[in-house]
């Protein structure tokens, strides 16, 4: 039996909590500090279509592939200091300059292997939000950030 047969076969599904988010500086290099994030979404595809009538007929239509659109990458974790990816939204959101980046979202297996993952290109900050402070609870800071990207390529590992 191979490696690759080993990681399916009599194991269970990979669970949705072992993720990573890794932000490929100049393409390449990965940030070494914003990776852990307890929560992410956003990860989907839609095909965009185009209805026309079919000529003659009022009881049809055509549907035809258009465009393929996502949502934002939308990732959230406890609030923190003088990470390079909260400078870099400092920077989109108060002097409106945007650098791109690619990111990698990967899923691992129970044992740390990867199973999957998504490659977002030309990443960049379009949307952030602190949590609501309520003085009459007692729970955690969160930064929500949201990442716009050109295109979503899907990697089964």
Not at 4 to 19: I, Y
Not at 93 to 98: A, G, R, T, Y
Request: glycine share 6%.
């Amino acid at each position: 039996m191979s490696f690759l047969d080993n990681r399916f076969v009599g194991n269970e599904p990979p669970l949705g909590h072992r993720f990573g988010v890794f932000f490929l500086a100049m393409g390449v290099i990965p940030n070494a500090f914003d990776f852990r994030f307890s929560r992410l979404s956003g990860l989907n595809q839609t095909v965009d279509t185009e209805t026309l009538k079919e000529g003659g007929r009022n009881t049809s239509s055509i549907h035809l592939p258009n465009h393929i659109s996502h949502d934002n990458l939308v990732l959230e974790r406890g609030f923190i200091w003088g990470s390079a990816l909260t400078l870099e939204f400092n920077v989109a959101m108060s002097l409106f300059q945007f650098y791109t980046s690619n990111v990698i979202v990967t899923l691992f297996s129970e044992e740390g292997i990867p199973v999957s993952a998504w490659l977002l290109l030309k990443a960049f900050p379009s949307k952030w939000s602190v949590s609501d402070l309520d003085a009459s609870q007692s729970s955690l800071v969160i930064d929500r950030m949201e990442l716009s990207y050109s295109r979503i390529l899907t990697l089964r590992i």
